[in-house]
């Protein structure tokens, strides 16, 4: 077997035969590879892609993706997050994975971080006794509509029983869920937006300051305009990470408070009728009510099954309206580094929802 790393000055070429025609797997999709080629943190230098074949034949991948925060002492430190690891069925349990971390650590000198990982990838982290929990995010899942088929009916079967449960329950509830979202908001001006105006980016840089990783609004646009998930009709493809969606919007939101003027910013996405908020700026805490009213009328006309939130001030907004959601469910965030990153790391900077890759995908 030979394992092989792939610089981002060399992942065009390597990939787009792939594209043109082969059948076999893929180690990432077109529109993941456009984003990369766009990452205003990367490198030409910086690997992003690990291999592993065996007889040319894909077995195994790991996906890097470049970034930086401010350390403690004022300086950029490069890391690149641990996102997205695959090994064929036929190879797994043999510690492949465990050997693609090692490539990984060896390619960044352990400038590594990850979040939202999956049970079996935190196990390979885990007992690598490498990596530090830096911050732990309390959230919470908001449940609007009942969603059992879609999230028990292929791991239990019987997924008409859970459609027939579903059309039931939501029946029942669609006239009060109408009827509130068609209350008008007082007391906020709501403008949508297609892309960062004036006062938001003015908005966006007074925010940097209290974040880990300051990012900047054209960091913001680079996600907005290179998703990693798309509603259009694309080919089929051999990849193992979503691409595809029924429904993916992204949606920008200005708020003033027509008392005070203070604004401030709302970013959804609505990916398959699941909604989550990746970034949210605000002058005044008094926006964060309006917010959360807004959150659930658009909830309410997407057809959102359920919405996901770790900003506190906003959870504790939405947490008024319970009585609208059929559960609501604690559902925290953990994020980890690598233990050479975790001194450098400072302590009480503001991590968003959409750090990491949450932003490209919801």
Request: proline share 4%; aromatic share 12%; charged share 25%.
């Amino acid at each position: 077997m030979e394992v092989k790393t792939y610089r981002l000055e060399e992942l065009e070429s390597h990939l787009i035969t792939s594209f043109s025609g082969s059948s076999g797997i893929l180690s990432m999709s077109p529109l993941r590879l456009a984003s990369y080629l766009k990452n205003p943190r990367s490198e030409p230098s910086d690997i992003v892609l690990i291999e592993l074949r065996r007889q040319g034949e894909l077995i195994a991948y790991r996906t890097l993706l470049p970034d930086y925060f401010i350390s403690s002492d004022k300086e950029i430190v490069r890391f690149a997050w641990l996102s997205g690891n695959w090994v064929h069925p036929e190879f797994r349990r043999k510690g492949i994975s465990t050997q693609l971390l090692h490539s990984a650590e060896k390619a960044w000198d352990g400038r590594l971080m990850y979040t939202n990982y999956a049970p079996a990838s935190k196990a390979v982290y885990d007992r690598s006794a490498s990596f530090r929990p830096v911050a732990v995010r309390k959230g919470k899942r908001f449940y609007l509509r009942a969603a059992s088929e879609e999230l028990l009916g292929k791991r239990m079967g019987g997924s008409s029983v859970f459609r027939i449960f579903d059309r039931v329950i939501n029946k029942f509830r669609e006239e009060n869920l109408y009827r509130f979202g068609q209350g008008e908001q007082v007391g906020c001006s709501i403008e949508k937006l297609d892309g960062f105006d004036d006062e938001t980016r003015i908005l966006l840089a007074k925010s940097r300051e209290k974040s880990l990783f300051r990012r900047e609004a054209a960091e913001f646009e680079w996600a907005l305009d290179y998703p990693w998930i798309t509603q259009k009709e694309v080919p089929a493809l051999e990849y193992h990470f979503s691409y595809k969606a029924r429904s993916f919007e992204n949606v920008l939101l200005k708020f003033k408070d027509v008392d005070t003027g203070s604004m401030g910013m709302l970013w959804l996405i609505i990916h398959n009728n699941v909604l989550s908020v990746p970034y949210v700026f605000v002058e005044s805490e008094g926006i964060f009510s309006h917010m959360a009213a807004y959150i659930l009328r658009i909830m309410i006309s997407s057809g959102s099954t359920h919405a996901t939130l770790r900003c506190p001030e906003l959870v504790n907004e939405l947490l008024h309206f319970k009585r609208h959601f059929l559960c609501i469910r604690n559902m925290p965030q953990h994020i980890f580094a690598h233990a050479k990153l975790e001194e450098q790391i400072p302590d009480g900077l503001k991590i968003h929802d959409g750090d990491g890759d949450v932003m490209f995908t919801g």
